[in-house]
T-cell receptor, first 113, second 111 residues
Framework: GAVVSQHPSRVICKSGTSVKIECRSLDFQATTMFWYRQFPKQSLMLMATSNEGSKATYEQGVEKDKFLINHASLTLSTLTVTSAHPEDSSFYIC?????????FGPGTRLTVT | AQSVTQPDIHITVSEGASLELRCNYSYGATPYLFWYVQSPGQGLQLLLKYFSGDTLVQGIKGFEAEFKRSQSSFNLRKPSVHWSDAAEYFCAVPPGEKLTFGTGTRLTIIP
């Protein structure tokens, strides 16, 4: 089946710094990838839709200047959390679309100290 | 707007017992429907999906789900649970390419 990887799986950063999370589709091309955020014991919240070669589409309430998304190729999308704060600590999950299905990465645990 | 509801936040069953997790959807047309499972600290794994055709869908790990249009439901079932089934289960429906997830049901297995 289709495999999606995320790197890193865990990251700890200091408040005010930026951190980049990569999402790769390993064995298929994905023109569309999605970024989700999941708080403890809660469901996934869609943050943005990442489209290869164009700007990402952000969900209402998600700061585009804080969560920078780049989808430079058909197999790679990156999420950069800029000027991170402790409230950005969360589990971030990406998915790659092979419509109508989505294949999910294993997630990245971000802790901002 | 399309949505899914998972009425049960937490379910506890004994190992070997049967399981049913509920999912109700709100959708204008015949929906695609998905069930995903998430182990702690992990991503999501697709258990099964319904697109069309046979309303009883077989998935991985011995799970099945039945699409019932009259009840707007897509409940997940397993005849005999194993301790390794303890996880969070999410029902999802796609409005277009996006997925809308239910709030999830946490499954606890007791020996």
């Amino acid at each position: 089946g289709a495999v999606v990887s995320q790197h890193p799986s865990r990251v700890i950063c200091k408040s005010g710094t930026s951190v980049k999370i990569e999402c790769r589709s390993l064995d298929f091309q994905a023109t569309t990838m999605f970024w989700y955020r999941q708080f403890p014991k809660q469901s996934l919240m869609l943050m943005a839709t990442s489209n290869e070669g164009s700007k990402a589409t952000y969900e209402q309430g998600v700061e585009k200047d804080k969560f920078l998304i780049n989808h430079a190729s058909l197999t790679l999308s990156t999420l950069t959390v800029t000027s991170a704060h402790p409230e950005d600590s969360s589990f971030y999950i990406c998915s790659a679309s092979s419509s109508p299905e989505q294949y999910f990465g294993p997630g990245t645990r971000l802790t901002v100290t | 707007a399309q949505s899914v509801t998972q009425p049960d936040i937490h379910i506890t069953v004994s190992e070997g017992a049967s399981l049913e997790l509920r999912c109700n959807y709100s959708y204008g047309a015949t929906p695609y429907l998905f069930w995903y499972v998430q182990s702690p600290g992990q991503g999501l794994q697709l258990l099964l999906k319904y697109f069309s055709g046979d309303t009883l869908v077989q998935g991985i790990k011995g799970f099945e789900a039945e699409f019932k249009r009259s009840q707007s439901s897509f409940n997940l079932r397993k005849p005999s649970v194993h301790w390794s089934d303890a996880a969070e289960y999410f029902c999802a429906v796609p409005p277009g390419e996006k997925l809308t997830f239910g709030t999830g049901t946490r499954l606890t297995i007791i020996p």
